[in-house]
């Protein structure tokens, strides 16, 4: 495998695969762990997700430099990306002994109830858009509710995937609880058919995860997808334009536009879409370009090559079908995969940016008349992960954002993900929930005991 660095596109290092044999043993060598891992207290695993909190913000600034080489992610957002890992840890650590408490359920039974048990051996198939985040929101509940992991990451972020797996035996977890495994994807479906993985989890494209789902079903395997998205960005016409727009800004440059999150379709009221159009206008042309890991850069360029190749497409399209650019939307004159801070106004239906995700630093203006059109334009969309809606009346916000069919919806904020709070979309942005309560039951057995009969 090996690691470019996306400034330059110049090698970082080539890391050696596993074979198919070396991945059996892999395989049987976390099974033992996880034999013995499963009778542990909750609170001897919180004090070990405590510790790898503790490595993860003593060592922040090597972590951050590290993502930041493999991916180009802009430094500050590297380490503010390491330090949302070591909250995740603690949160488990903490609440995971209440989450998963044995459920008292009245019944015909002198006792019954639910208890959470461990499955075994879950699969984590993980992007390269945040190559820490997403590995220990995915692992912090799973290996605290008791199950062990073997981890698949993108093979453009394989430094990141090896140094994770270092954290946790830093940390004093069981040598072999969590591997990552250098494969191809080729080599997925026989991990998957491996009798002792109980369960696959992916977030990556559509087509990544129709392809692990199709495979998991075979197998009769529980996934979890985390997939594309297209999320929309709701102006009302009563919306405080001045902390809509400096949060449009944010929402979609985070990354380099590089997030399912990211806020991609920004639907605005007609009375006010004239002053937004001006003010993320002013905002995009401001913000500098360069080396990501200078502090004082805006933008960044985007992970691989290809990616570039494919944002630079849907914008030509998009223009050729009648989008009006206003600002962008071409490479820019350096080495590297950047690309300009982008926006295009007038989209409609049948326009490419209109009914894809984009993946890069394009905004999307779509005006409307009303707030009963906003919101068809926001679900008119195949994607269904998060959103959110702006107003200063708080009350029909979340009117609004009922009405609007996604995982997740923000009032007057940016959409996230929070340890505290579920994380997952529907329709084609996948389906289960990572994080929160609802979170750290998906990789659980939820056994029923009764104990009677009742006198």
């Known amino acids: 495998m090996k690691s470019c660095n996306p400034v330059n596109n110049e090698l970082i290092r080539e890391y050696p695969g596993h074979s198919v044999e070396e991945v059996d043993t892999i395989i049987q060598s976390v099974q033992v762990?996880?034999?013995?891992?499963?009778?542990?207290?909750?609170?001897?695993?919180?004090?070990?997700?405590?510790?790898?909190?503790?490595?993860?913000?003593?060592?922040?600034?090597?972590?951050?430099?590290?993502?930041?080489?493999?991916?180009?992610?802009?430094?500050?957002?590297?380490?503010?990306?390491?330090?949302?890992?070591?909250?995740?840890?603690?949160?488990?650590?903490?609440?995971?002994?209440?989450?998963?408490?044995?459920?008292?359920?009245?019944?015909?039974?002198?006792?019954?109830?639910?208890?959470?048990?461990?499955?075994?051996?879950?699969?984590?198939?993980?992007?390269?858009?945040?190559?820490?985040?997403?590995?220990f929101r995915f692992a912090a509940p799973s290996l605290m509710a008791g199950n062990a992991?073997?981890?698949?990451?993108?093979?453009?972020?394989?430094?990141?995937?090896?140094?994770?797996?270092?954290?946790?035996?830093?940390?004093?977890?069981?040598?072999?609880?969590?591997?990552?495994?250098?494969?191809?994807?080729?080599?997925?479906?026989?991990?998957?058919?491996?009798?002792?993985?109980?369960?696959?989890?992916?977030?990556?494209?559509?087509?990544?995860?129709?392809?692990?789902?199709?495979?998991?079903?075979?197998?009769i395997k529980k996934t979890l997808l985390e997939l594309g998205g297209s999320d929309p960005f709701i102006v009302l016409d009563d919306a405080d334009l001045v902390a809509a727009i400096k949060t449009a800004v944010t929402a979609r440059m985070i990354n380099q536009g590089q997030s399912c999150i990211a806020a991609k379709r920004f639907i605005v009221m007609n009375s006010v879409a004239k002053a937004f159009e001006k003010g993320l206008f002013e905002a995009f042309r401001s913000l500098k370009p360069g080396d990501p890991m200078d502090p004082a850069t805006q933008v960044g360029p985007l992970a691989r090559p290809d990616l570039?190749?494919?944002?630079?497409?849907?914008?030509?399209?998009?223009?050729?079908?009648?989008?009006?650019?206003?600002?962008?939307?071409?490479?820019?004159?350096?080495?590297?995969?950047?690309?300009e801070p982008t926006i295009l106004t007038e989209v409609r239906p049948g326009m490419r940016v209109y009914h894809e995700e984009t993946f890069g630093p394009v905004a999307t203006i779509i005006p409307v008349a009303s707030e009963e059109e906003a919101i068809h334009v926001a679900n008119?969309?195949?994607?269904?992960?998060?959103?959110?809606?702006?107003?200063?009346?708080?009350?029909?916000?979340?009117?609004?954002?009922?009405?609007?069919?996604?995982?997740?919806?923000?009032?007057?904020?940016?959409?996230?993900?929070?340890?505290?709070?579920?994380?997952?979309?529907?329709?084609?942005?996948?389906?289960?929930?990572?994080?929160?309560?609802?979170?750290?039951?998906?990789?659980v057995n939820a056994k029923t005991i009764w104990i009677g009969p009742a006198e």
């Not at 359920?105 to 075994?120: C, E, H, N, R």
């Not at 040598?175 to 696959?200: E, Q, W, Y």
Request: one cysteine or more.
């Open 308 to 339: 570039v190749d494919e944002i630079e497409r849907q914008v030509n399209v998009s223009v050729a079908e009648g989008a009006r650019l206003i600002l962008g939307g071409k490479r820019m004159a350096r080495p590297g995969c950047y690309y």
């Open 380 to 443: 008119d969309s195949e994607f269904g992960l998060g959103g959110c809606v702006w107003t200063r009346d708080l009350s029909r916000g979340e009117m609004v954002a009922r009405k609007v069919m996604t995982g997740a919806m923000f009032v007057n904020g940016m959409t996230k993900s929070d340890p505290r709070l579920p994380f997952g979309g529907i329709k084609r942005s996948g389906y289960g929930r990572e994080l929160g309560a609802i979170g750290i039951k998906e990789f």
């Open 33 to 135: 762990a996880w034999e013995e891992w499963r009778g542990t207290s909750f609170e001897y695993r919180a004090g070990l997700f405590r510790s790898c909190a503790k490595i993860l913000r003593n060592k922040k600034h090597i972590f951050a430099h590290l993502m930041t080489l493999e991916m180009g992610k802009l430094i500050r957002e590297s380490e503010l990306e390491i330090e949302k890992c070591a909250l995740v840890c603690d949160f488990y650590a903490d609440q995971t002994a209440v989450l998963l408490k044995d459920e008292v359920i009245g019944s015909d039974a002198k006792k019954s109830f639910v208890t959470y048990q461990p499955l075994g051996i879950i699969l984590a198939v993980m992007p390269w858009n945040f190559p820490f985040w997403q590995v």
């Open 149 to 219: 992991a073997v981890l698949k990451h993108a093979s453009n972020v394989p430094g990141c995937a090896l140094a994770i797996e270092e954290i946790f035996q830093e940390a004093g977890f069981p040598t072999d609880l969590f591997r990552t495994l250098m494969i191809p994807s080729g080599i997925v479906d026989h991990v998957i058919s491996h009798h002792h993985v109980k369960a696959v989890t992916l977030t990556g494209s559509e087509a990544a995860g129709s392809q692990v789902a199709s495979l998991a079903g075979k197998y």
